[in-house]
């Protein structure tokens, strides 16, 4: 296939280059993004090792059929109750659903766009199929999901993006929520009034944090300013209020912003509105898009190669 260069018959690499940016993709790893530039700038934290395959190093990966975590992989829904099995050693509960373990297969590639599909496996209780759509225009990056469910009964679905951004001393997010979650080891999942250290109404130098936490009621736009990368960013959602999630460790080259469809929890506190968690029946559709817009700062360094 074009733009593809063979590291294993796995981790082969899928490039894209137009309109200034330029990205690697790995199809048979999660789907995932492994590098993403434009005007030579980092937009995603690249993965230095790709033939490693280890999905939650850098880059973006698609989160289907759900984000975030499930308390132990038990839940319930339409009355019964499901376990699934654990899907990552540094996890005691299950996460990201089964897009990111899962080798997904192109159907289409040009020098603009990718897309690519993956079939639910036996650890999901429902069948289903997913195709994830990744498109460069001029100034963005369009990122797309399509879930439809192949069973005779409604399963659960929530979708998602979980890209890593650079981030340093002076990087800067924005957004703003309704609420916010704590991490899972907190106890009882609940959505709570955000606090001075949660919040991230107002520009917010992302290095005085340390969260793992998810938000409710995001309204679907957050801003991202890389004053040393000379980029500025906008992360926007199709879905409103949508939900978000911020890991800000407490060290390292990155944090990440992940625009979901479905909150953390949601698998808690049921299917309702509030929630995102969507009940697709046999037959529907589920689509959930974001877009990546990307402009270079007006105070933008020359870059020195």
């Known amino acids: 296939m074009p733009g593809t260069t063979e590291l294993t018959d796995k981790a082969a690499l899928s490039h894209l280059s137009a309109y200034g940016f ?37 880059g973006c990966f698609p989160l289907v059929p759900f984000s975030n975590r499930i308390r132990g992989g038990t839940f319930a ?23 990111w373990t899962s080798a997904w297969t192109v159907t289409h590639q040009d020098d603009a ?21 990744i498109r ?27 890209p ?14 309704a609420g916010m979650i704590r991490p899972m080891n ?38 991202i300013r890389q004053p040393d990368g000379g980029l500025e960013i906008a992360v926007r959602a199709n879905a409103s209020p949508a939900g978000a999630v911020v890991y800000i460790p407490s060290d390292g080259p990155f944090f990440c912003f992940e625009p979901v469809s479905q909150i953390n929890g949601a698998f808690e506190m ?16 589920l689509d959930f898009s974001v877009a990546i817009d990307v402009e270079r700062r007006p105070d933008a360094p020359d870059r020195k190669d």
């Open 186 to 223: 907190h106890g009882p999942l609940q959505i709570e009034p955000l606090t001075a250290s949660t919040a991230f109404s107002h520009a917010t130098v992302v290095s005085t944090r340390n969260l793992d936490h998810g938000y409710a009621g995001w309204d679907g736009l957050a801003r």
């Open 270 to 285: 049921g299917q309702t509105a509030e929630t995102g968690l969507h009940a697709l029946k046999p037959g529907e559709t």
């Open 136 to 162: 460069l225009t001029p100034g963005r990056v369009s990122l797309s999901l399509n879930v439809t469910n192949l069973d005779t009964s409604a399963m659960p679905v929530g979708l998602g993006f979980h």
């Open 164 to 177: 890593y951004f650079p981030r340093n001393e002076r990087t800067e997010l924005q957004f703003n929520a």
């Open 113 to 133: 766009s990718i897309r690519m599909w993956m079939a639910g496996a036996d650890w999901w209780p429902w069948a289903y199929e997913c195709s994830q759509l």
């Open 77 to 99: 829904f339409a009355g019964r109750s499901h376990t699934l099995k654990r899907n990552w050693d540094g996890d005691e509960h299950v996460i990201h659903g089964e897009g």
């Open 22 to 58: 330029e990205m690697a993709v790995q199809p048979g790893v999660g789907g995932r993004i492994v590098s993403l530039t434009f005007g030579g700038r980092d937009v995603f934290q690249p993965d230095a090792r790709p033939e490693a395959m280890r999905v939650f190093d850098a």
